[in-house]
């Protein structure tokens, strides 16, 4: 685990003008991520001083030469993993793992190895691949995905992780069929995606697992069929006494380590187990009967941003909300300026609400 970052705080920065190939967008709204806390607490390792906030919409200002998909004054849906769509992981139908984006998440980079951001020539971050705490900030052109004129930004922003990666996680990662029996190990912003992915994946039993009882309700009206209360209940027996023999499909969505062997030891044999949260580095898995995992032939999935391909998917998100199929606006709780930034960050730490998102 590494030191937590020095304070938040609002400063004025310089930000370059766009390149070759690249998007200047002014910020309109971002959600706070538990990824965004993960860095702030040190449980992830950032370069600092770094412009955090990934999760964000707005609208282009200026497009670099070359740009061709989006013009000023358009609408646009950020992604803090572009993808190339000619590497080899690209190629091979693996987006998240692009060879020339991939990177940026870790390094805080554009694949150069520069950043548009500075502060009285010290260079400056730009977090998780987006830097979008603010008011403005540069992006690659296939890191933005034009949307309708009338989406509203405040509530698509979270398209940009939260929905993409938990409907993706159901759909793309673990590709749940219709009649599966799912277990959701956390019921935050990323949790209640999945939950609505399996909704939408027709899962007839879809079974929430999370200690604060807000959520546990907001789980019932997203689509879960049952909800457990892990403080007071044993998980693994009531998966057990619902199905008979455990669950086809089971997703760590809290971003705790021994929640994934507890999906594991949820799964009935040949079932499957998504990571759709991130642990901290200090926190690993281990499985004292490696054998017993081998021969009962579960399985365990890693998942990055749902899998998703964010050009192909946040217009399939988009349409199921239009077709009514998928809840965007009870996922967001509770908006603040950005100013407020570390009021959100104290409701996230203590379990307030489903998702903040900040108005820039």
């Given amino acids: 685990m590494t030191a937590p970052m020095a304070p938040v705080e609002l400063t004025e920065i310089q930000i370059a003008d766009p390149r070759v190939g690249e ?3 002014r910020v309109h709204y971002c959600g706070l991520c538990h990824s965004d806390l993960s860095f702030i607490n040190g449980h992830m390792p950032a370069p600092g001083p770094v ?5 964000a919409a707005g609208i282009v200002e200026e497009v670099g030469p070359g740009v061709t998909s989006v013009s000023p ?3 646009v849906i950020l992604t803090p993993l572009p993808n190339c769509g000619h590497c080899y992981f690209c190629l091979r139908q693996q987006p998240t793992l692009c060879s020339v984006y991939g990177s940026s998440l870790m390094t805080a980079l554009l694949p150069d190895g520069t950043s548009p951001l500075s502060r009285d020539g010290q260079l400056v971050y730009r977090g998780l691949g987006t830097g979008a705490f603010a008011e403005y900030t540069i992006m690659p052109e296939v890191g933005v995905v034009k949307v309708d004129e009338d989406v509203p930004l405040d509530i698509a922003c979270v398209l940009g992780c939260a929905v993409q990666t938990g409907v993706g996680a159901v759909l793309n990662t673990a590709k749940v069929e219709e009649g599966a029996t ?4 956390g019921a935050g912003g990323i949790g209640l995606a999945v939950t609505q992915g399996a909704r939408i994946a027709g899962a007839s039993t879809i079974v929430v697992s999370d200690p604060v009882e807000e959520r546990r309700e907001a789980a019932l009206r997203f689509g879960a069929t049952h909800v ?3 403080s007071t209940q044993d998980v693994q027996g009531y998966c057990l006494g619902l199905t008979g023999v455990g669950m086809d499909y089971c997703f760590e969505s809290a971003g705790v380590a021994a929640l994934i062997e507890l999906g594991v030891n949820c799964n009935r044999p040949g079932g499957t187990t ?3 949260g991130a642990p901290p580095l200090d926190q690993g898995i281990s499985f004292p009967m490696a054998t017993l995992f081998a021969v009962s032939e579960k399985k365990l999935l890693g998942c990055l941003l749902g899998s998703s391909n964010t050009q192909r998917e946040v217009p399939r998100l988009l349409g199921l909300w239009k077709a009514g199929r998928l809840d965007l606006e009870a996922m967001v709780t509770q908006q603040r300026p950005l100013a407020e930034l570390d009021l959100a960050v104290e409701d996230m730490r203590a379990g307030r609400g489903l998702r903040t998102v900040l108005a820039v």
């Avoid at 412009?51 to 999760?55: D, K, P, Y």
């Avoid at 799912?182 to 190990?185: E, K, P, T």
């Fill in 73 to 75: 004054g358009d609408k």
């Fill in 23 to 25: 998007v200047l967008v």
């Fill in 228 to 230: 457990v209360d892990p």
């Fill in 274 to 276: 998504v990571c759709v």
């Fill in 51 to 55: 412009v955090l906030g990934h999760e």
């Fill in 182 to 185: 799912v277990l959701v190990m």
